[in-house]
């Protein structure tokens, strides 16, 4: 059964408008998915996710694996039933955290062992531990085990991650064993070019489901971000979904679906919601300033979520300023909101033919926003 539909592209880009197909319902691309790391979308109510406009949902097999453990997650109905979520949801394999949180003891071409950030415990993970553990999470996409390199990297290190990458990727598809999901394999190597085109020549003769595109968004910085971004994706199977992860701000997401990517994920939306940063069509607004003290009118005048519909700025404010637990949660919602109007509004300027006209008009009036 394929993974998904291309329905129509941009006559003067490569932003493409499709549809992912799972066990758990079509998603519509290019699609922003929140990220529930732990089994929740923090402070926000799968209800409450669902009137933003999400499709689809992140969770985070490190830490699923971690607490509360994989029999547990079973016993409690999979991920689905864990999260009170019945649409599709998209598992990472835990290679990034376990790269960067943890404190590692070894890291061989086998496998990573390393102490949990939370008690210490030692754990090891390989390809087919990532891989087993997510059929038994029982998440719609699941990911490969791959090695995330930081930046900068040195060059003999980025080679042996994007060596380690490519073989592990293809113990990941030997081990796959659940049918109702999709695997995707991903693409390594920094901002290295070469080593880019290595590993996607290597990966898509495994035919994976969906191919993402790993290891940016950690510092790189945007010019650096997409230049990779088009040249990895001109080499990817027209006929899968290119999901780009951890990725970020609108004008990183605007630029990358002109390159052809499908897929996002970030926790930009709820971080910054949490600390009282808007996003919105103007551009951000940091709701703790002064001037909002009076401010009745809502974050953004035309936006339909729940926090724009019944609360003014200042109350807002307010709500940051003694502590209140609602003002985190109202943002993140108005946030969510922004991030799924305005890949609504990408797949309509796709389907326009419109994308590149409409993209270099958002791209000069957020450039640089932070």
């Given at each position: 059964m394929k993974s998904y539909e291309l329905v129509n592209q941009d006559a003067d880009s490569r932003a493409r408008r499709g549809r992912l197909l799972t066990a758990h319902g079509v998603v519509e691309t290019p699609v922003f998915m929140p990220v529930g790391t732990r089994g929740c979308v923090k402070g926000i109510t799968p209800a409450q996710l669902a009137t933003t406009g999400a499709?689809?949902?992140?969770?985070?097999?490190?830490?699923?694996?971690?607490?509360?453990?994989?029999?547990?997650?079973?016993s409690l109905g999979d991920l689905h039933g864990l999260m009170g979520w019945d649409g599709p949801i998209l598992t990472d394999s835990g290679g990034y955290q376990v790269f960067s949180l943890s404190t590692l003891n070894r890291i061989g071409d086998d496998g990573?062992?390393?102490?949990?950030?939370?008690?210490?415990?030692?754990?090891?993970?390989?390809?087919?531990?990532?891989?087993?553990?997510?059929?038994?999470?029982g998440a719609d996409v699941i990911m490969c085990f791959d090695e995330c390199t930081p930046w900068p990297c040195p060059a003999d290190?980025?080679?042996?991650?994007?060596?380690?990458?490519?073989?592990?990727?293809?113990?990941?598809?030997?081990?796959?064993?659940?049918?109702?999901?999709?695997?995707?394999?991903?693409?390594?190597?920094?901002?290295?070019?070469?080593?880019?085109?290595?590993?996607?020549?290597?990966?898509?003769?495994m035919?994976?489901?969906?191919?993402?595109?790993?290891?940016?968004?950690?510092?790189?910085?945007?010019?650096?971000?997409?230049?990779?971004?088009?040249?990895?994706?001109?080499?990817?199977?027209?006929?899968?979904?290119?999901?780009?992860?951890?990725?970020?701000?609108?004008?990183?997401?605007?630029?990358?679906?002109?390159?052809?990517?499908?897929?996002?994920d970030c926790v930009l939306p709820t971080r910054n919601g949490r600390n009282a940063y808007a996003f919105t069509n103007n551009g951000p607004i940091r709701l703790r300033n002064s001037q909002y003290v009076k401010d009745a009118g809502p974050i953004e005048t035309d936006c339909p979520c729940y926090a724009c519909q019944n609360f003014?700025?200042?109350?807002?404010?307010?709500?940051?300023?003694?502590?209140?637990?609602?003002?985190?949660?109202?943002?993140?919602i108005h946030n969510l909101t922004y991030y799924q109007r305005l890949t609504n509004e990408i797949r309509t300027q796709i389907e326009n033919k419109t994308y590149n006209e409409w993209a270099d008009a958002f791209c000069g009036k957020h450039k640089g926003e932070a």
């Amino acid at each position: 059964m394929k993974s998904y539909e291309l329905v129509n592209q941009d006559a003067d880009s490569r932003a493409r408008r499709g549809r992912l197909l799972t066990a758990h319902g079509v998603v519509e691309t290019p699609v922003f998915m929140p990220v529930g790391t732990r089994g929740c979308v923090k402070g926000i109510t799968p209800a409450q996710l669902a009137t933003t406009g999400a499709q689809i949902v992140l969770a985070n097999t490190y830490h699923m694996v971690i607490r509360p453990g994989t029999e547990v997650v079973e016993s409690l109905g999979d991920l689905h039933g864990l999260m009170g979520w019945d649409g599709p949801i998209l598992t990472d394999s835990g290679g990034y955290q376990v790269f960067s949180l943890s404190t590692l003891n070894r890291i061989g071409d086998d496998g990573v062992e390393f102490a949990s950030h939370i008690d210490g415990a030692k754990i090891y993970l390989d390809p087919t531990v990532a891989t087993q553990t997510q059929n038994r999470l029982g998440a719609d996409v699941i990911m490969c085990f791959d090695e995330c390199t930081p930046w900068p990297c040195p060059a003999d290190r980025l080679r042996k991650a994007v060596e380690r990458t490519i073989r592990w990727a293809q113990q990941c598809k030997d081990t796959h064993a659940n049918e109702k999901q999709r695997l995707f394999g991903i693409v390594q190597g920094g901002v290295d070019l070469e080593l880019r085109s290595a590993c996607a020549q290597k990966l898509i003769p495994m035919d994976f489901d969906g191919y993402a595109i790993g290891g940016l968004s950690v510092g790189e910085g945007h010019e650096h971000m997409i230049r990779t971004v088009e040249h990895t994706t001109a080499m990817l199977p027209e006929d899968k979904p290119r999901y780009l992860m951890g990725v970020g701000m609108p004008v990183d997401i605007v630029e990358a679906v002109r390159a052809g990517v499908d897929m996002f994920d970030c926790v930009l939306p709820t971080r910054n919601g949490r600390n009282a940063y808007a996003f919105t069509n103007n551009g951000p607004i940091r709701l703790r300033n002064s001037q909002y003290v009076k401010d009745a009118g809502p974050i953004e005048t035309d936006c339909p979520c729940y926090a724009c519909q019944n609360f003014g700025k200042g109350t807002l404010r307010h709500f940051f300023n003694v502590g209140e637990m609602l003002g985190p949660i109202l943002v993140s919602i108005h946030n969510l909101t922004y991030y799924q109007r305005l890949t609504n509004e990408i797949r309509t300027q796709i389907e326009n033919k419109t994308y590149n006209e409409w993209a270099d008009a958002f791209c000069g009036k957020h450039k640089g926003e932070a």
